[in-house]
């Protein structure tokens, strides 16, 4: 496990996105506070704060029942 602050994580994810027909790989960093999600090869990004992805999960996961 990667302690925090000891300088960011990057990955490509096996998962794949199609960007103008083409599939590309999802790339993630993990930063303290949020994701950042982008596609391989695109300088385009997103920020997810993670209460956001928790606060979904978690509803996703109450509505399922």
């Known amino acids: ?10 990955r490509e994810t096996d998962a794949t996105a199609f960007d103008k027909g083409v599939p590309r790989a999802i790339c993630v960093e993990l930063h303290n506070k949020f994701l950042r999600l982008w596609l391989k090869g695109t300088k385009q990004s997103v920020n997810v704060p993670y209460e956001e992805i928790f606060t979904r ?9």
């Open 57 to 65: 999960a978690a509803i996703k996961q109450a509505s399922a029942r």
């Open 1 to 10: 496990m990667t302690k925090p602050g000891s300088g960011k994580v990057k």
